[in-house]
């Protein structure tokens, strides 16, 4: 096939992938129907976005990054979700008496037909990547289904919406027949897709006097997406509960439950909170993606001389290892990837969790059941007796579970869990108030690792700054530094930040810092030899992220006011 030569002298062109792999390919692929491009975004070997370069190159089209686009619903409302996700086309919007389309696949030459025949003037084709069109389409699409959904329960007659405010009543016409039709099902639905368009942790559903409000956490901060009529929440809140496994007749004390989901193709897992509160129960849904997890520690934001502590730890056959902070910190998404790291056929690893987020393939992963009495404690006392080479433990919350991991660590095992802490000395004096001795503490620790989250600045729309003197002073410089701050574009929704990222400090517990613990000395005097001896603390960390233009100055100023 004479595209897929061509096809292979542009990824060279590129340097996307090696020749070594695109030759053998390509003689494979003789005298069959299949295509270069399409076997190596199976096989990982080339990223969406290179692969997206090399097709626009090939149709002699424009790359464009889309996210960059301000989408005009009326636009992307000119087709279906349906022809989206067949065809991989979306009109975004129209510049210059042009409708802007993006196209992952310009082979399909059905799909490039049809779009002309619905835009009915000139189109503009650029070229992206499937993610970014999926993006796009659920975040126009979500929204509009859950106005379609507020629309659709206003049509319900009142005595239908009355019925409902009956403890555990589900009604006929908003629930039964067509269910996946029923307007709650589809404000439920709506409200899920859109958190997951905007890459929301968390969904907020809150009930006030006389509305309901809907908030999305994104990147740590909060922001509200939607607010309507209090009038839905009854079906609402008896939706989230039949979905999630929670009783629809209590209303009296909190509750939780999960809700597995699979949406756009991709499984979802969705822990479900309730609260009363004085006008009702509020909802809070935590967001976790099973499929897209990231596990690489590349992508938590170690700096250099962090990854070779890290790895020096990870590299101990016994011991114990700890990650702190505060809830939210990220604590459990770095602890995954030193498991994942760990992870081999010569290792029997086992973890307790509470709940268990994440499953990875080869670790054998237990979920706490406080109701049948396996506690991080008792679970502990068990995998002791299953020949564990490392132990993973959610968190170590009282002096029974401290107790236990400590001696695992001492007699021959690898420990990984977390603490609540606000910084890595912090952890030393936490364990010995719960009761450890020092000389036991300073035998088994290997090493602290403490964890913040800050936001990253948005790369497209961060405007370059001088440093006043004021800000010199918060970085430490002598002398003026170009720094960047936050704008906000279409990209980041107008934010300024898109991610996050973790600024560590890390204690390394050598023979002189060991000597101090067995002293029992103070945090501050744990500090001032660990600093001596090179330890970079979280303002460190969190100031090369300001100064390399990853984050902004004022998610430093986070981290200095949290520490003092």
């Known amino acids: ?59 002699d089209m424009e790359f464009a990054d889309i996210s960059l686009i301000e989408p005009d619903p009326k636009c992307v409302h000119l087709v279906t979700p349906a022809f989206v996700r067949r065809h991989t086309i979306i009109p975004i919007a129209k510049q210059n008496g042009e409708l802007i389309v993006a196209i992952s696949n310009p082979f399909d030459y059905e799909g490039l037909r049809r779009i002309h025949s619905f835009a009915k003037g000139k189109i503009r084709v650029l070229v992206s990547t499937k993610t970014k069109i999926d993006n796009i389409a659920n975040l126009i699409f979500s929204k509009t289904l859950t106005a379609e959904a507020i629309t659709s329960f206003t049509e319900v007659s009142l005595e239908e919406k009355e019925k409902l405010k009956g403890v555990g009543t589900v009604s006929a016409d908003l629930y039964g027949g067509d269910i996946k039709s029923a307007p709650a099902v589809k404000l439920t639905d709506s409200i899920f897709r859109e958190g997951i368009a905007h890459r929301a942790s968390d969904i907020h559903i809150e009930p006030f006097e006389k509305n309901i409000r809907v908030r999305y956490r994104v990147d740590g901060a909060l922001y509200e997406a939607s607010s309507f009529d209090i009038e839905l929440y009854p079906a609402l809140l008896t939706r989230v509960k039949i979905m999630s496994g929670i009783n629809i007749a209590e209303k009296r004390i909190p509750q939780d439950g999960r809700i597995k989901q699979k949406i756009n193709d991709i499984e979802y897992d969705f822990r479900v909170s309730t609260l009363p509160t004085v006008y009702g129960e509020r909802i809070v849904i935590r967001i976790l993606d099973t499929e897209a997890f990231a596990f690489d520690r590349p992508q938590l934001g170690f700096l250099p001389v962090e990854n070779k502590m890290v790895d020096k730890m990870l590299q101990h ?232 233009g990853v984050t902004s100055l004022s998610e430093l100023a986070s981290i200095i006011y949290e520490a003092e």
């Open 1 to 59: 096939m004479l595209i897929n030569q061509e096809l292979a002298a542009l990824y060279l062109k590129h340097k996307l992938v090696a020749k070594s792999q695109l030759n053998p390919m390509v003689e494979e692929f003789k005298g069959s129907t299949k295509r270069l491009d399409n076997e190596l975004l199976a096989q990982h070997l080339v990223t969406e976005e290179g692969n997206a370069v090399v097709l626009a190159e090939y149709f």
């Open 317 to 548: 056959p016994h011991g114990i290892i700890l990650l702190t902070g505060p809830t939210g910190c990220g604590k459990s998404t770095t602890l995954y990837s030193f498991i994942k790291e760990l992870n081999a056929q010569d290792r029997n690893i086992i973890t307790v969790e509470d709940p268990v987020e994440y499953t990875i393939h080869g670790v054998n992963q237990v979920q706490v059941n406080p109701k049948a009495n396996l506690t991080f404690a008792s679970a502990l006392r068990s995998i002791l007796r299953q020949d564990p080479n490392v132990i993973m433990i959610g968190e170590i919350r009282d002096e029974e579970t401290a107790q236990i991991a400590i001696r695992a660590a001492i007699t021959g095992h690898l420990v990984l869990s977390t603490l609540h802490t606000n910084d890595a000395p912090g952890s030393i004096t936490r364990l010995i108030d719960m009761g450890i001795e020092p000389y036991f503490v300073a035998d088994a620790v290997v090493g602290i690792v403490a964890q913040r989250l800050v936001r990253r600045l948005c790369n497209n729309c961060k405007v370059p700054v001088k440093t006043s003197e004021a800000e010199m002073k918060l970085l430490k410089l002598t002398k003026p530094h170009t720094i960047y701050k936050a704008k906000g574009c279409p990209a980041c929704h107008n934010t300024g930040y898109k991610g996050r990222m973790g600024v560590h400090e890390i204690l390394f517990i050598d023979e002189e810092i060991q000597e101090l613990i067995q002293k029992r000395a103070s945090t501050e005097e744990i500090r001032k030899l660990a600093v001596k001896k090179g330890m970079l603390s979280l303002y460190d960390t969190c100031r090369e992220g300001v100064l390399s």
